[in-house]
C-alpha cells in the first residue's frame, strides 16, 4: 500500500481525500462507467428508511449517499459524517445536497450517543478506516435496536483470467486516469492497492457478525469487485 510507514493510515487518508476532493465525483463516474451510482441506490433501498427516521451516511465524502436518501425518502433527518471537511466542502457546495446534516467526525469515535440512528450507512469507507472491528462496533452503538447498517465497499476480485484483467485495470488503468483528471497519480495508485488488500467479502461479514449485528447478508457487482453488506442490530440484547 502507498502508505509511507512514518504516516499513521488515518492522517495519510485524510490528506489523500483532501487533495482529490474536487476531482472525486468525476474519477468515480470514470472508474465505474457510472455504476457507482447505481450501487449508491441499492444501498439506500436495503436500508429500509421511513419518514421520519434518522440516519447517518458515514465518510459520506460529497455526500452522493446521503443525497440519494433524501431523494428516496424526503422525509428522512440526514448526517452526513466524514473526517475530510475538504469533501464536504465540495459536496455543500451543489444546491441538491443543502438539506444534508454536514458533520466533521471520525468513524472511529463517532460524537453521537448509543441508540441515535434508525439507519447506518456508507459508500467506500471500511477499506479507509484504521481498524473495521472499531468502525463497525461504533455504527453499531449509535443504532437504535432493530436499526439496519449498509456498507458499499469494494472487495478484492476474483481468482482467474477476468481477476488478472481487473487487476491490471486497477494497476495501470486508474492511476494512469487519476493523473490525467486529478493530477494525483499516488492517490489512484492508494484506492487500487487498499481495494486487493481489503478484506474479502466473507471476511467483511463475519467482522459484522463479530461487532453484534444479526442478519449479515452481502451481494457481489460489477464482477465481484464490488460488495454490499447489510445486517441488523437486534431489537433486545
Ligand atoms: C472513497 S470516499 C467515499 C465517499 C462517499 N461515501 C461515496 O460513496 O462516494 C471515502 C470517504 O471516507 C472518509 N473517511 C475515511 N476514513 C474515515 C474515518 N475514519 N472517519 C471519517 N471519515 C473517513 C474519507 O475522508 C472519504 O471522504
Redesign the pocket.
Known sequence: MVTPPEQPK?LY??RM?ARIAGR?DVM?RLMTGGQ?VFW?KIVVRYAHLKNGESLL??????G??AQEVLRQVPGVKTVG????LE?MYVGRMQPTKQQILWLG????KLPFSACSFDAVV????LR???SVDI?LREQYRVLKPGGRVVA?DTTPPPGGLVGKIIRLYLRFVIPLLGSLISGQKDAYQYLPNSTTSFLSANDLAEAFVRAGFTDVNFEKKMLGTVAIHWASKPVSM
Do not use: E
Open positions: 488515518d487518508v485524510r481525500f472525486y468515480n457507482d449508491r451516511d458515514l465518510g459520506t465524502g460529497t452522493d449517499i459524517g466524514d473526517f475530510t469533501m467526525c471520525d468513524a472511529q456508507s459508500g467506500f469507507l479507509n478506516v484504521t468502525a458499499l
